[in-house]
């Protein structure tokens, strides 16, 4: 249990005059208690002044339970009837006990912009209604705090940070798999599965209980595309191509969102150039990077600096956003037009790149932790073409 996010959930409870908050996304659920599902059926009701409660169907592995709360099993795969009615009068019974059912219950109802369960071959089996029947669990109905419940991505404890630098620490070992896969005549797809080769490779060691990365791979002229869309085809690597890899890793739940560009070859001169203007546009960026610098500023830096070398107009997306829970948490974006300013503790991606059939694309992509005075890069491998 993340009891410094539960001390805040209990907070926001009686800030709102709440009966209880219910979580349930995969995402939700490593956010507060540090616990990704494996059937995506878990429920967690939060109270303010008591601990959380967490409901797991009755086929949930006992491995990855958290062991500091009440955890109770509902019906789910040992019955013929409707499980989910038997959850929701577990639910209503305990905000009674725990909570208050005199008052609205919240939770986040759009059911998109998720992060997967541990069995990610499908979407959890939750019925069509599930919430609209988790919205009257509680005899006040429903109350919409959906804003300040999202604003909990933006901030990482100690302990979620320890969780993302693992993740980033499992990435670094795919990236290293993806500069030793450069070669001439390997195909897209089987540098892709070195890299995820790599990452599973970890489960089991240095307290990585399960790990699985996601690797796109776009070389030569399908690097163009690589500001509208990652992808990864049976193209083969021909000597001379620059590389890119968008790479998603998740560890234990928490998640990093990495991309390096690598080289088929020896780097040529306008090779090292525009690489080159990519890296002073994401040191510029990085370079104001604390608590308090504007979104806006921060991209703007970036796109100054490719503006320098010329080739700012092929920079054609924002430059980053929250990330930690999911792949691309809800939050901060870093773009032109957000006026938000960062605050300590938030994990945020800085991402420039450049994209043109002219040469095909170009990007890097840190993970950084927002301090104080500064930030904390948390993708601490090699951005270099060659990979020295």
Same mark, same amino acid.
């Given at each position: 249990?993340? +009891?410094?996010?539960? @001390? /805040?959930?209990?907070?926001?409870i009686?800030?709102?005059?709440?009966?209880?908050?219910?979580?349930?996304r995969?995402?939700?659920? $490593?956010?507060?208690?540090?616990?990704?599902?494996?059937?995506?059926?878990?429920?967690e $009701?939060?109270? %303010?002044?008591?601990?959380p409660?967490?409901?797991?169907?009755?086929?949930?592995?006992?491995?990855?339970?958290? =062991?500091?709360?009440?955890?109770?099993?509902?019906?789910?795969?040992?019955t013929s009837?409707?499980?989910?009615?038997i959850?929701?009068?577990?639910?209503?019974?305990?905000? +009674?006990?725990?909570?208050?059912?005199?008052?609205?219950? @919240?939770?986040?109802?759009?059911?998109?912009?998720?992060?997967?369960?541990?069995?990610?071959?499908?979407?959890?089996p939750?019925?069509?209604?599930?919430?609209?029947?988790? /919205?009257?669990?509680?005899?006040?109905g429903?109350?919409?705090?959906?804003?300040?419940?999202l604003?909990?991505?933006?901030?990482?404890?100690?302990?979620?940070?320890?969780? !993302?630098?693992?993740?980033?620490?499992?990435?670094?070992?795919?990236? =290293?798999?993806?500069?030793d896969?450069?070669?001439?005549?390997?195909?897209?797809?089987? $540098?892709?599965?070195?890299? %995820?080769?790599?990452?599973?490779?970890?489960?089991?060691?240095?307290?990585?209980?399960?790990?699985?990365?996601?690797a796109?791979?776009?070389?030569? !002229?399908?690097?163009? *595309?690589?500001?509208?869309?990652?992808?990864?085809?049976d193209k083969?690597?021909?000597?001379?191509?620059?590389?890119?890899?968008?790479?998603?890793?998740?560890?234990?739940?928490?998640?990093? *969102?990495?991309?390096?560009?690598? =080289?088929?070859?020896?780097?040529?001169? %306008?090779?090292?150039?525009?690489?080159?203007?990519?890296? +002073?546009a994401?040191?510029?960026?990085?370079?104001?990077?604390?608590?308090?610098?504007?979104? %806006?500023?921060i991209?703007?830096?970036?796109?100054?600096?490719?503006?320098?070398e010329?080739?700012?107009?092929?920079?054609?997306?924002?430059?980053?956003?929250?990330?930690g829970?999911?792949?691309?948490?809800?939050?901060i974006?870093i773009?032109k037009?957000?006026?938000?300013?960062?605050?300590?503790?938030? $994990?945020?991606?800085?991402?420039?790149?450049?994209?043109?059939?002219?040469?095909?694309?170009?990007r890097?992509?840190?993970?950084?932790?927002?301090?104080?005075?500064?930030?904390?890069?948390?993708? +601490?491998?090699?951005?270099?073409?060659?990979?020295?």
């Amino acid at each position: 249990m993340n +009891k410094q996010k539960i @001390s /805040m959930i209990s907070e926001l409870i009686a800030k709102n005059e709440l009966g209880a908050v219910i979580f349930f996304r995969p995402d939700e659920l $490593v956010m507060t208690l540090g616990y990704r599902p494996y059937w995506g059926l878990s429920v967690e $009701v939060c109270f %303010e002044g008591n601990d959380p409660i967490l409901y797991v169907p009755a086929l949930e592995p006992d491995l990855r339970l958290p =062991k500091d709360i009440t955890v109770k099993r509902y019906p789910w795969g040992e019955t013929s009837s409707d499980p989910f009615q038997i959850l929701y009068g577990m639910i209503t019974e305990d905000i +009674k006990k725990y909570g208050n059912n005199s008052k609205p219950i @919240s939770l986040v109802k759009t059911v998109g912009n998720t992060s997967p369960c541990i069995l990610s071959g499908e979407q959890p089996p939750l019925p069509t209604d599930f919430v609209d029947n988790l /919205m009257k669990v509680s005899e006040a109905g429903y109350k919409n705090i959906e804003k300040e419940i999202l604003d909990l991505y933006n901030f990482k404890t100690c302990e979620d940070i320890e969780g !993302i630098k693992l993740c980033n620490k499992v990435a670094g070992i795919g990236i =290293k798999a993806f500069y030793d896969s450069l070669q001439a005549g390997l195909t897209e797809a089987e $540098v892709s599965a070195k890299m %995820e080769y790599a990452v599973r490779t970890r489960i089991g060691k240095d307290g990585v209980l399960y790990a699985s990365g996601f690797a796109q791979i776009q070389s030569g !002229i399908n690097g163009a *595309d690589g500001g509208r869309f990652n992808w990864v085809t049976d193209k083969k690597l021909e000597d001379g191509d620059l590389v890119m890899t968008e790479f998603a890793v998740v560890v234990n739940g928490y998640w990093a *969102d990495i991309t390096r560009t690598g =080289k088929v070859g020896t780097p040529t001169k %306008e090779d090292i150039r525009l690489h080159g203007a990519v890296k +002073k546009a994401q040191d510029n960026a990085l370079s104001l990077v604390r608590e308090g610098a504007i979104a %806006e500023d921060i991209h703007n830096a970036a796109q100054k600096a490719l503006d320098k070398e010329g080739v700012g107009k092929y920079f054609t997306h924002g430059l980053g956003h929250g990330v930690g829970f999911r792949y691309h948490d809800p939050g901060i974006r870093i773009a032109k037009g957000n006026k938000e300013a960062l605050k300590e503790g938030m $994990v945020i991606t800085i991402e420039p790149g450049i994209y043109d059939s002219s040469f095909g694309g170009i990007r890097i992509e840190e993970n950084v932790l927002v301090t104080k005075n500064g930030c904390e890069i948390l993708s +601490k491998f090699t951005r270099e073409l060659k990979g020295d």
